[in-house]
């Protein structure tokens, strides 16, 4: 007989940027894949200190259940404040570099298992930076009269 296995609380996904971002972030999605159920935006605004976003962050997670945050860029105050926040909770993970691939992904995707969305998000937000091959070309070839120094 089996057992079985433990039901897991979906995760939240919050996306915390500067600024207007995560709410423009969001809507595109909502313009691509119809609207989304359980993504906050939080977005820093002009002035704010980041002990007020913290406070605002922490009643978005709102319980202890699994979440993922994904914060517009490294070292900033939406970065630092949420990696304070993760510092005390297990279940909470944290990325950077938020696009609309990356979001997009993690909003299709289930929410049962924190470090696989955690894992797409990263992929899907890797994998979408790209430069033109034709853009690579240029700078690879060597410089030629016509064009400028």
């Known amino acids: 007989m089996s057992v079985p296995s433990p039901q897991r609380a979906p995760a939240r996904i919050v996306v915390a940027t500067h ?6 972030l969001l809507g595109a999605i909502e313009s691509i894949a119809g609207p989304q159920q359980d993504i906050v935006c939080l977005g820093l605004a002009a002035g704010e200190s980041p ?3 913290e406070a605002r962050l922490i009643a978005a997670l709102a319980s202890d259940a699994p979440a993922l945050v994904l914060v517009d860029f490294l070292g900033g105050t939406p970065w630092n ?7 005390q909770r297990e279940r909470l993970r944290v990325v950077s570099g938020v696009n609309l691939p990356m ?3 993690v909003a299709m995707l289930p ?7 955690t894992g797409a998000a990263l992929d899907a937000g890797i994998r979408s930076i790209q430069v033109n091959p034709r853009s690579l070309a240029a700078q ?4 030629r009269g016509d064009l400028p120094a």
């Open 19 to 24: 600024g207007d971002l995560a709410r423009a």
């Open 51 to 53: 002990g007020v976003f």
């Open 81 to 87: 404040a949420a990696l304070r926040v993760a510092r």
């Open 103 to 105: 979001l997009l992904e």
């Open 111 to 117: 929410r049962d298992d924190l470090e696989q969305l």
């Open 140 to 143: 690879a070839a060597p410089a």
